[in-house]
């Protein structure tokens, strides 16, 4: 894999990752928020403080 190939990879990895991201913070945690008993077992903690999960301010 040259430079070029390695730099589009790059850029493709961060792309996906500001999506995931996106998703996670902006529509599945006020899910969880409003419906924890959805929220993955991986996910949760007893010592998760209160709004953990509350949609970002904008």
Known sequence: MDAA???EVHRYK???GQ???GIFLDI???IF?????LTP???R???MPE???ASREE
């Open 19 to 21: 999506v995931m991201g």
């Open 28 to 30: 599945k945690s006020p």
């Open 14 to 16: 961060r792309a996906v």
């Open 51 to 53: 709004g953990f999960y």
């Open 5 to 7: 190939d390695e730099d």
């Open 33 to 37: 928020e409003q419906y924890p008993d």
């Open 45 to 47: 903690s007893p010592s």
């Open 41 to 43: 077992a991986e996910l």
